[in-house]
């Protein structure tokens, strides 16, 4: 069946530059968009990045462009999310997300369980 | 910058009929947009409900339908059950590659 599985969270520091890593399964990865998607503590849904079904176009939201960089190795069916400069309030559960379709065009129709990272001192 | 908008909070009887909507803070929602909704219980994973405007996600029953209602998108539920009581998320493309979700309706059923 589809699965998404994200890993990688943790406690970090602030300034710290983790990877999560999606490892998908189930469904022809190559030919999806794929997002990330957090929530930070008892609050709402964030969407962070988007890549599409070949690598070719990325896009991200102000709070993060500039210091996330979203990846996919189609060979290998997993998703990335490099973060760099990591602050505090990028404390969150991070989702990835099947898009529905190649590109941006689509939201997101399948979800992973979340990795949790906590920015902490 | 673009704000979506949904109710903070909305309560409808066991058996009753809720819409939810998706607006924005300037202008009108069309299926340009994208509109798509998702339903969270604490601690779980969002699970997708509409996308596209009004395709229903694999799985989830015809109580849920999507729509475009005025200028907003809406989430209609129809003989809300106990277990609809969730929060519920909307999401927009507002172009640029760009995606935005609303703050959320908490939904109870009593």
């Known amino acids: 069946q589809v699965q998404l599985v994200e890993s990688g969270g943790g406690v970090v520091q602030p300034g710290r530059s983790p990877r999560l890593s999606c490892a998908v399964s189930?469904?022809?990865?190559?030919?999806?968009?794929m997002h990330w998607v957090r929530q930070a503590p008892d609050k709402g849904l964030e969407w962070v990045a988007v890549?599409?079904?070949?690598?070719?176009?990325?896009y991200y939201a102000d709070s993060v462009k500039g210091r996330f960089t979203i990846s996919r190795d189609n060979s290998n069916n997993t998703l990335y999310l490099q973060m760099n400069s990591l602050r505090v309030e990028d404390t969150a559960v991070y989702y990835c997300?099947?898009?529905?379709?190649?590109?941006?065009?689509?939201?997101?129709?399948?979800w992973g369980q979340g990795t949790m990272v906590t920015v902490s001192s | 910058q673009t704000v979506v908008t949904q109710e903070p909070s909305f309560s409808v009887s066991p058996g009753g009929t809720v819409t939810l909507t998706c607006g924005l803070s300037?202008?009108?929602?069309?299926?340009?947009?994208?509109p798509s909704w998702y339903q969270q219980t604490p601690g779980q994973a969002p699970r997708t409900l509409i996308y596209?405007?009004?395709t229903r996600s694999s799985g989830v029953p015809d109580r849920f339908s999507g729509s475009i209602l005025g200028n907003k998108a809406a989430l209609t539920i129809t003989g809300a059950q106990a277990d609809d009581e969730s929060d519920y998320y909307c999401?927009?493309?507002?172009?640029?590659?760009?995606?935005?979700f609303g703050g959320g309706t908490k939904l109870t059923v009593l």
């Open positions: 596209t405007t009004n």
């Open positions: 300037s202008g009108s929602v069309s299926t340009s947009y994208y």
């Open positions: 997300a099947r898009g529905v379709g190649a590109t941006t065009r689509g939201s997101f129709d399948i």
């Open positions: 999401v927009l493309y507002v172009g640029s590659g760009i995606w935005v």
């Open positions: 189930g469904f022809t990865f190559s030919n999806y968009a």
């Open positions: 890549i599409w079904y070949d690598g070719s176009n990325k």
